[in-house]
């Protein structure tokens, strides 16, 4: 095996905003928990550094596949005052990207001694696969209840550990998932094109599913925006056996690739009237599920108010998408309609029936991908997708 | 048995405002679905009038107690133009009153009928009763599927049809509760005081539980305003396993009613700091049931936010309270934290298991009455509860 | 319109079996909660009777398919003794049938007149319908909760009411569902081939999803017994998600249509063995449902606890099959493993559902017939299907 | 510190019965998954040993209460043959003793670190705890699921690692929970006594609320067995809501704790009829939930059927008592009545809420202590607690 190693890092300068301090979890220079209030200047590079070491439970994993999350846009994009455009938590130097896939090339003796004892064995060298980007402490209250992504000391690959734009990458055993099933239906190296879309995938399987628990079948839902989360929630909802779904989304690269993942209608808001479309296409009714999948509550709730009104009752809106932050919710239709408002974020524990589905062929996640580049192109490609709303996935290929 | 009969009755003039046409359900002179769109100068009247007839499943009670609420209170009331302070269904002429207990002084043959054939004899001449408020349709695609109080047709027991502030009234077998196994605990008269606060506790139980899904025993709740719907909710939520329970209410015999119903803390906001009181109170991690039940979501959602964003994951909104219409919701906090905002009105199905939790003891809804008053003091106390709200239950006896 | 019509009536004969007395909903000669304690010599005639009359919340149905259910063959049965092998609800002298379509000829006027004042004209002249077979009596203190399918005097069309194996029925408004939403997918006489089975897929949505309450999309499941309902359970399984449905069933006719309707894979038992199918095919894990369709209880529970035993936790037994009354279930592996058991007939209250999958394309129940008769061939086929277990659905076209 | 400490320990003798292999699990003459199938001659021994070193994430604990569980009792047992009665993980030379309080003597040093990165400091030296026995792997596809009572390689303190019968005890942070919010309720020593008894209240949580759903606030429960999971079950239904709650139990000690722990009635199953109790004290319409915590299923299950017969539909048992392993099930009943069975078992994930009920007063688990004794008292107390069925807890005081 080479000894070092190709990986895309973001560099960050240290310059907390007036009347930031940094808190417990915030450690000077390092690792803030709302990016953009503490770092300015992000720059990319690609540097060349030696291969990662592996604990006991760890696995060393040769990258295969890595696709751009709107995250890694905004985490090396800045905004008039220099500051990166990303909130969340990000720290100084990491190796950026987490949607992947990858083959495990070298494990930790944790996890032969693991599989030995309970005569499991599901990763060995060779195996394919991902990894999720939370990286919770496994120790406090929350991750006791098993509840993850609600760790009080949570990690992300890719934000504030190194990532997956790189030739191989590190992660726990806690947080590895064997790809093997898909073996079966995307032979060679498309298993790893599908593979490195999981992640968005589970993300929208905890919002839709173990949050807002699901439709009853025969449901309609309506998607807002078709980017990666939309586009994977269209996916799942086709799946779950909703009767119609339709898409709402400014580009038609975008609307194409939502009818191909199972949208029974796509409209651009400009050229179409939201609340008409939808209550045209339900029959008057309405959608049971509104998800939010474009940051864009604020300018949307008027009318998901509209149509809880002149709904059916017991309509969601699933919030997803950050962006525009406040909604102007009216209470009293609320009361009338037994509509119900919920948020999700994180993808813990949802995985392995993820990659069921996505091996079954019930999603084909690689309809996403309308762009294959490798890992120099990444820094300009982050640049691009600023201003281009209308690609599908970006995937580097290794 | 007597020819005639004593009743309080609403009578008002139709005057649409601006902008208001009747739709479908409207009935110029008789009917509105939004009261105070149509409704004005509305005027309480006693009247004395014939005894009601009684169709083949219907049964004519003699009424034993009826609390006044605040829906009544606001029907009489009118704003600056003149028009009722009401805004949802209400009918012209009508005997108002819904929270009621009686016995039933003759039944129709249907009941008898359906009884001989199913063998079980739950109501006979004497038997203590209440109604549900909501008389729904029965034959509405709603209806079919069992969710009554999403009716489309619904009328409501004294605000379209004839309620129960008079000496008889009228119910279907459909909506008619037994109160019999409040016998043990409740003897004599004092049945028809608990009885007639079953109604509250209804709704109560349908939000929190039924649309809500309750909460998991030992967290943490508050409850927002000490009207009988509050205070439902303490008792309730008590009940079911808070292990703390919070009330936020200016009127110090509200507060007190709160704690003998069990809330462990009472507090006046404008004596101390909402969040505050709830974070001290919960240990930092804020509550998992907030109820709204005083109609100002408007003033109360910052704090809410506040809470959900310092407190643990998962907290949820519940809507009951009738009152500001808006609440400007941080979608970052819901997506965050997986919080949830949800509204509920009405009370089907949920009966029998009310009843049952009186009769028990496990709540004692005698304990929010402060006052009993005659028929003939009604249209008095209903000017008297425009401002007056240091009462808990207002409650007729006949 | 003609005067009079064609139906299949089936005529019994009152003969308690010893030790059976009537009880309050027994009515001798006419009626029996469990038709094999008390009727015998079941004698199937086609009639010429009087086109039915309508009261005025009812609507008068042309007939245009009715399928054969099993429930019809055994009624129309014997055993050794004379008496009907059908165990439930059973008047003499009615028509049978009840899983059918229709259209609209005439409609009471309270059906017109809860229109007008709704505002939704849902029904009319012409309209194609179906209508649910239990017909709950709405007055209960079941039906009171919207439990219709728990009713204490509920009837049945087509077993203690007139049914549909006639060129029209009648049925009430609360009991009738309009097709109308079919017409896109389903042109012309194919709406009402798709209509007829509406009935068996709602049985299986309240079964999978209502009470047992579905499965996580990624699940597998088995599904026993390859008849109306285990085929309608594959479809509705493989609708919601389910990454594997496995079908169980000696009939290669029945396999097929299983595979046609998205069995991922069909065996016969006696060929393959049940335990290594299900292992093999889940890799391991085993399934989360188990449907159990054919009505073998006792026969199939030793491999159920051993697959409980042997997968992963928290699978579910969902038995909707009659047949073999008991199951020796070891309950050691239910606390081992978190298994669940559960229990389901009837269908009110999900048909608006099913109906929005089938007219969407999600579910295909054509798929299930095998042969379309006419009414007058139905005596022989009663007769027939007593031993013929290759038949999908056999479907009556007027 | 002392150096050496006390501790009641279990040798046993390695003799796999005929037919039974170890498995990959299993390691010869330490530890077996199946107590019973391998381990012959318990031994009871109090010895004297070095106290416990601690690894980065674990504490050290005082023990200060240790209540003895029927397992306890079981594991020492031997049957005719000579192999203990125990049949689940036990290794050999373990101390046993899991139902534990005490205080933090010293604490690793990665628990300080994570508590100063968080800023959340839960605990010091001094601090009281209790800790689950459940001791997940944390690296299994089940762990990574948060279903940590599904680890495919648990193991157990107090059966496979050194449990707290001991002066001193050690626990991964990932295990220990605070006691801290009982100091107000307990004082001074008290505290350890109801502390102790958390560990059966979060199995009852788990089954009953977790795995089960609960009940609807005003459903009556039947608890079948007055031992500790039988009375915790007893005062976890009474305080989510149970309406009526009855003990069925042999022992009239038992029964006036079931009494002081809310049952509404307790009753010896020989002297009056459990059917007649149960359909006489729920008003004829049957209990909503069975909590079967006897483990005599096979004997109980007839009349568990016949209630769910003739009582209402949607009734579940709940399987948490070990012992008798088969149960005759009916399955027409629970297809006509959609009843559920469900088991299980383990407490993961619960800990929190069930600590502050017991903060709260809500369950005062001290009522189940009929007696103190000393950690020298335990090898006798194990012999006679073998055949003496009339004592609650036996609580060893320190």
């Not at 008027?302 to 009752?313: N, Q, R, S, V, W």
Request: with cysteine; charged share 25%.
């Amino acid at each position: 095996m080479q000894e070092t190693m190709k990986a895309v890092k973001l560099f960050l300068d240290w310059a907390p905003r007036e009347g930031y301090q940094p808190g417990p979890r915030e450690v000077k220079g390092k690792r803030a928990q709302e990016g953009n209030k503490f770092w300015r200047n992000p720059q990319v590079k690609i540097v060349q550094e030696p291969l990662p070491e592996i604990g006991p439970t760890e696995a060393l994993i040769k990258v295969k596949a890595c696709s751009i999350c709107g995250s890694d846009v905004l985490m090396a994009d800045s905004d008039e005052a220099g500051y990166t455009r990303y909130g969340y938590l990000m720290s100084n130097g990491v190796t950026i990207g987490h949607e992947f896939s990858g083959e495990i090339v070298a494990m930790g003796e944790g996890i032969e001694e693991l599989q030995r004892r309970t005569g499991q064995e599901i990763f060995r060298i060779g195996t394919p696969v991902t990894a999720q980007c939370v990286v919770n402490c496994g120790l406090c209250e929350k991750c006791k209840e098993g509840k993850f992504d609600e760790c009080w000391l949570t990690e992300e690959r890719g934000f504030s550990l190194d990532g997956t734009m790189a030739e191989y990458a590190v992660a726990d055993l806690r947080h590895i998932y064997s790809l093997g099933e898909l073996r079966e239906k995307y032979p060679g190296e498309e298993l790893f094109l599908a593979g490195a879309l999981i992640e968005p995938l589970a993300g929208v399987y905890k919002a839709l599913i173990e949050v807002a628990g699901g439709l009853k079948p025969g449901d309609s839902a309506v998607v807002i925006g078709g980017g990666a989360i939309g586009l994977s929630g269209i996916a799942l909802l086709k799946t779950i056996g909703a009767s119609t779904v339709i898409l709402c989304e400014f580009s038609s690269q975008r609307r194409e690739i939502g009818m191909a993942l199972g949208a029974d209608y796509a409209f651009d808001p400009r050229e179409e009237n939201f609340t008409e479309v939808v209550l045209r296409l339900t029959g008057g009714v309405g959608a049971k599920v509104y998800f939010e999948a474009a940051g864009v509550a604020t300018t949307v709730y008027p009318d998901i108010d509209y149509l809880f009104k002149a709904g059916e009752a017991g309509s969601k809106l699933v919030l997803m998408g950050h962006g525009e932050e406040y909604a102007t919710v009216r209470t009293e239709t609320l009361i009338g309609k037994y509509n119900v408002i919920v948020g999700s974020h994180g993808h813990s524990g949802v995985w392995r029936n993820v990659i069921k589905m996505v091996a079954a062929g019930l999603i084909d996640p690689r309809k996403m991908i309308t762009r294959k580049i490798t890992l120099d192109e990444v820094p300009q490609w982050l640049t691009t997708l600023r201003t281009n709303k209308e690609e599908g996935k970006v995937m580097i290929v290794f």
